[in-house]
Structure formats: C-alpha cells, structure tokens
C-alpha cells in the first residue's frame, strides 16, 4: 500500500523537438535568386576567346599587314554588329568580312561588345566571322581607368 505521506507528481513528457526545414529552404531560394541575377553581370573575363599561349605561336607581322588592316564590329545592346556606324545583318555581315578577306587574307578581326548586349550576339557575330573565313578574331573589351 502507498504511504499517504509521499506525494508523487507526475509532470507530462516534453514534446519532442521538431526540427523544421523551411527556413533552410527559404535560405537556398534566396541564395539561388542571388547567384542567377548576379550571374548575368560576369565579365567576358570568364571565357577565354584566346589563349595566351596563340600570341607567341603566331607569325611576326610582315609588311604587308598594315596596322590599320582591322575591322572593329561592334555589338550593340540590341544584339545588331555595327561597323563605322553602319548595322549589319549576319548574312551581310558574312558576305563583308568574306569580301575583305579576299582582298587582305590577313585581316584582324575585333569585336567589341557593349556591357547589355547578349552573348548570344556575341557567339553569333563570331560564328559567321569564322565562316566567312576569318581566323584572326579576337573578342575585345574596354577596361575603366581608375
């Protein structure tokens, strides 16, 4: 028999600890949002068009290439190669550089893109420089001076 003298108090267990993960979820998304959005804010830097080594491996320039023997393309925001002002389409494009070649075979290629055109624009001014002929292209950008 129990003594009635002795209190026993019985307390209810503790819940069990519940360990949620929607805020680690929540803190990925964040993250990922960030990395996409800053993502497309990269430097050309990243992808090298040219190799340090191909400087060194080319032949010395002779006198028939001028150094005025260039063409500078440059791309706009809206995705349209210019050259001197003038817009081109990628055929027409094409069918100037192939034309240039013929008469220079040694011409430099230099394309220049704005900091909001796509570089898709890019990939493509360069693919029809190189089908045209081109194998002097060297994609170029404007350092700020600090």
Known sequence: ???PSVVTLSRPKPPKAVISLV????????????FM??????NLDMIPAVD??????????SAETAPGSAVM????????????????????LSRMIASRLDADPNLRILILP?????MQAL??????????????VRVVRLEALE
């Open 1 to 3: 028999m129990s003594d």
């Open 73 to 92: 393309i440059r791309i706009g925001a809206d995705g349209l190669p210019t050259i001197r002002g003038r817009a081109f389409g990628l055929s027409d």
């Open 123 to 136: 990939v493509s001014v360069m693919d029809s420089a190189t089908q045209a002929g081109a194998r002097n």
């Open 52 to 61: 340090a080594g191909d400087d060194s491996l080319s032949q010395p320039q």
């Open 23 to 34: 805020p680690m979820i929540d803190v990925m998304l964040i993250l990922l949002v960030f």
């Open 37 to 42: 959005v800053t993502s497309t804010y990269l």
């Open 114 to 118: 704005s900091g909001a055109a796509d």
